[in-house]
């Protein structure tokens, strides 16, 4: 269990360490450094919505294909709801 926690803050040092040079490298070129601005209340309505939009795709194809499939019977139809 230690090798692991000494494994994770080493790696965790290195990541910090190449962040710093490439902030450190924008400011010394006079490049302006931003934070990114994350808004978790957008995140979430925008994930909700492409989630809707893909649930509405698949009913979408599903319906396709059962026109696609269709010869005068119900076989081959799949529950579209």
């Known amino acids: ?6 494994l994770a803050i080493g790696t965790l040092c ?3 360490f190449l962040v710093g040079a490439r902030v450190g490298q ?3 070129k006079g490049e302006t450094v931003e934070l990114p601005v994350l ?3 957008r995140v979430y309505r925008e994930e909700k919505s492409r989630k ?8 979408y194809d599903l319906i396709m294909e ?4 269709y010869d005068g019977t ?3 139809q799949k529950d579209v709801s």
């Open 1 to 6: 269990m230690e090798i692991l926690m000494i």
């Open 39 to 41: 808004n978790p209340v």
């Open 66 to 69: 059962n026109i696609d499939n």
């Open 52 to 59: 809707a939009a893909e649930a509405e795709k698949k009913k």
């Open 26 to 28: 924008k400011v010394s």
């Open 74 to 76: 119900g076989i081959g």
């Open 14 to 16: 290195i990541v910090c």
